[in-house]
């Protein structure tokens, strides 16, 4: 086998087979547009590349995409195991990103320290994770809520020492939750289209404008 490393298992028995498609549709277009400015140097027609390797469309996965996160969407129970750090327990048992995170411990007791402190918190596009008495889960949730946090997920998980471990999904961006939205981009995608846009530029724009996923851009850029 050839490869950087091979591993080979004995006394074993594979249980089962999960597989799952990786959901970002990438074209051969996308890279003739690109290669576009080496591509007309050297006069190459556009889609050589798909002709040559028989491939219309490669899948990708996000780039914040983690390997629990695959192995959830598969159907795959993940199990975070108690260690030595609770938060990072919690963190992973809460499904939320865990890409880049920041962990404050307790929120001051006093009214306004509390509600400017929650106000830090929902203003943190990172996941934020909190430690909170039982008893006062609930006047914490109410008061994130109360700051302007009621469209982000909380989780709380029940730490070893008696504490309560929150964890504050992050901050989205997005809002294309109406179908008018969505919409809105096909309009914008066939304006651009009609100008000339390229399709590359396009799916920037799409991107940057009306928050959609990349390879649901490209199927507009492309009007199909």
Not at 35 to 45: G, Q
Request: glycine share 8%; charged share 20%.
């Amino acid at each position: 086998m050839n490869g950087n490393a091979t591993i080979r298992h004995a006394g074993t028995a594979l249980l089962a087979i999960t597989g799952l498609e990786a959901p970002v549709v990438v074209p051969s277009m996308w890279f003739d547009e690109q290669l576009e400015v080496s591509r007309k140097r050297l006069r190459l027609p556009r889609g050589l590349l798909q002709r040559v390797a028989g491939v219309h469309e490669r899948r990708w996965w996000d780039a914040d995409t983690a390997f629990d996160d695959a192995a959830i969407a598969a159907g795959i129970t993940v199990t975070p195991i108690p260690g030595a750090s609770a938060i990072l327990a919690a963190l992973v048992a809460s499904g939320l990103s865990a890409t880049a995170f920041t962990f404050l411990g307790f929120l001051p007791r006093a009214a306004t320290e509390r509600r400017a402190a929650a106000q830090w918190v929902l203003a943190s596009p990172h996941t934020v994770v909190l430690y909170e008495a039982p008893p006062r889960v609930a006047d914490l949730l109410q008061t994130l809520a109360a700051a302007g946090g009621a469209e982000r997920r909380a989780v709380a998980h029940d730490d070893l020492d008696g504490a309560v471990a929150i964890c504050i999904g992050e901050r989205r961006y997005t809002h294309r939750s109406a179908s008018g939205h969505h919409d809105a981009a096909a309009r914008r995608a066939s304006a651009l289209r009609e100008e000339g846009t390229s399709v590359r530029d396009t799916v920037r724009h799409l991107q940057k404008e009306f928050g959609v996923a990349r390879n649901e851009a490209y199927r507009l850029a492309q009007g199909t």
